[in-house]
């Protein structure tokens, strides 16, 4: 606490006080979820502990001492100090230390993200957390042993509940603890409380509210009956299920108020069918389970995310690759266009140069030629620049597979033209449309289009023809693109979608996969067949929601 401000202090006084009162009302919280019949002291969890990791964890070293206090305060708020036994100031250091060091370790390994949502973070807390209440457990029953509170026949039940106690309330209370002492000053945790409440009402009433009824419902035919042992662990469901869908957070949360209601429930009727220790593991399994399935959920969710900025990236990089492949013929389509556009501008200006009025009508022909091909020109351009931008935000919408086609035959004009291949496509009108990206359809076909020019220029049988149809089925769009080249051999059907797989002296043998995985991710697919004449590929789109 050396070299504070004013400011600083008055910081440090707010948060200890804050902290103490906070202490001081999980203890006594925690008295009401007694779990043995003619105690009062041996509850389901201690969340105290967890509370001083995630306060440690979040705020420093500076408020070991704090801890400390409110170990004392909490225990026994009506002792003067220095008459209090010497085995309670030991065992009110244990709590400041033990749980202040393991707060300092957790702070450290979590690198300034406090929040338990990815598996690396999880498993680094249940580390923590195990190993602060094992050694805590140690310190406490060695120090009540040492001073005859405890006699040594029960020295190890008592051991094994007081770790699993402690333990149970630091998986409980630590994962969202470390969430509010983030955000607790001047209003920030409301704040953030207020604004996921708006955005996820729904999911946090599920969380609130299923695993409180099953629980209940659960343990109050225990309590009642003594029979059903093993329905305990139907807590357990509500909780995996929450954790799975809704993440880390809400399953820390539905762990939480399921263990609640379990041990109100349990408690209030007086249950005496498990042992503490046994209720205190039930409750530890289910808080380790919820945040390590919601983890593991965060974890799936962020590769999946990551792969598909990949596989964009990937897709961008082909059609950048195709657009380099087809650059002569690119530079040949514009080309023409502005030839066109240049001679009829010099054939209008040697008309004006006569200067007769007979070769106004010329001139105004020559005009809308120049004019003709410059639209032509730009039009062109137009469709490769976005053939080529077509990374950015993936728009989803009811496209016609037809406009797809011809979009990809007019980028490989030039290809088909310069290898005489003969195109037969004649879409029948208003065909149902599928839900897809244009610009993403037209790279799966340029991709399966280039490949049956290339595979027709390596038969080298000539009359090289395309065969491609559209046509609906059931509630999908299919779309063949058929030729007569080299074909497929036996078995390349399955790895001919495969990344990197290519049988051509150039090319990296993305196309296909690239079809393959733009296919699968607005829920279509993509099949190859062996042709008598040489192979065929179907693309099968399900169609729009909008025209089905």
């Keep these: 606490m050396l070299n504070m401000c004013r400011s600083d202090v ?9 902290f103490v009162i906070m202490f001081w009302m999980v ?5 009401f979820f007694n779990v043995m019949p003619g105690s009062t002291v041996v509850s389901a969890f201690y969340p105290a502990p967890g509370f001083s990791i995630a306060f440690i964890a979040i705020f420093g070293w500076r408020y070991i001492p704090i801890v400390f206090l409110a170990a004392f305060y909490g225990a026994a708020p009506d002792i003067i100090p220095f008459d209090m036994p010497i085995h309670i100031w030991v065992n009110d250091i244990r709590q400041g230390l ?3 060091l393991a707060g300092l370790i957790l702070g450290r390994l979590l690198k300034g993200e406090p929040a338990l949502t990815n598996t690396r973070n999880v498993l680094l807390f249940l580390m923590v957390a195990i190993g602060a209440s094992l050694i805590s457990a140690t310190v406490a029953i060695t120090n009540y042993w040492y001073f005859d509170i405890i006699p040594p026949k029960i020295f190890l039940n008592v051991f094994f509940s007081f770790w699993a106690g402690d333990c149970t309330g630091i998986l409980m209370a630590t994962p969202l603890a470390l969430l509010a002492f983030r955000n607790w000053e001047y209003g920030q945790l409301w704040k953030q409380i207020g604004g996921y409440l708006k955005r996820n009402a729904t999911h946090v009433l599920i969380a609130l509210i299923f695993p409180v009824v099953v629980s209940g419902i659960a343990f109050s035919y225990i309590a009642l009956t003594s029979e059903a042992v093993n329905f305990s662990y139907l807590m357990l469901i509500p909780i995996v299920w929450i954790a799975a869908t809704l993440g880390a957070s809400l399953g820390a949360l539905s762990a939480l108020v399921g263990n609640l209601s379990a041990a109100g429930t349990y408690s209030l009727l007086q249950g005496n069918v498990y042992t503490p220790t046994e ?5 530890a399994v289910a808080a380790g389970i919820g945040l390590i399935v919601g983890a593991s959920r965060n974890d799936r969710l962020k590769a999946e995310a990551l792969a598909k900025e990949k596989e964009t990236a990937m897709a961008h990089l082909s059609r950048l690759a195709s657009i380099g492949e087809l650059g002569t013929s690119i530079a040949h389509e514009i080309a023409t266009p502005l030839q066109v556009a240049s001679t009829n501008s010099q054939l209008a ?14 001139i105004i022909h020559y005009q809308a030629e120049v004019q003709s091909a410059i639209e032509r020109a730009t039009e062109i351009h137009k ?3 976005g053939f080529a931008r077509g990374s950015g935000e993936i728009k989803i919408q009811p496209i016609d597979l037809s406009e797809a086609v011809n979009g990809a035959l007019h980028l490989l004009e030039g290809d088909i033209t310069q290898s ?16 897809a990206n244009l610009i993403g359809m037209q790279q799966v076909y340029v991709n399966l289009i280039k490949n049956s020019i290339v595979a027709i220029e390596t038969n080298g049988a000539g009359d090289g023809k395309i065969n491609i149809t559209i046509t609906a089925h059931d509630n999908s769009i299919q779309v063949s693109v058929e030729d007569n080249g080299t074909g497929l051999t036996n078995g390349e059907e399955k790895c001919v979608f495969d990344s990197f797989y290519t049988t051509q002296e150039e090319g990296l043998g993305l196309g296909l996969a690239i079809c393959k995985t733009t296919l699968e991710g607005i829920g279509g697919h993509i099949k190859a067949e062996s042709t008598p004449t040489g192979a065929r590929f179907i693309t099968i789109m399900p169609m729009s929601r909008q025209t089905s």
Excluded: C, T
């Design 10 to 18: 008055f910081l440090y006084i707010y948060r200890s006080v804050l």
């Design 27 to 31: 203890w006594h919280f925690s008295a």
């Design 98 to 100: 033990v749980y202040g």
């Design 279 to 283: 209720m205190q593991v039930l409750f």
């Design 349 to 362: 200006i040697k008309r004006l140069k006569e200067n007769s009025e007979d070769n106004y009508s010329d």
């Design 383 to 385: 469709r490769i620049r």
């Design 420 to 435: 005489e291949v003969l195109i037969d496509f004649n879409p029948k009108p208003n065909l149902p449309k599928v839900d």
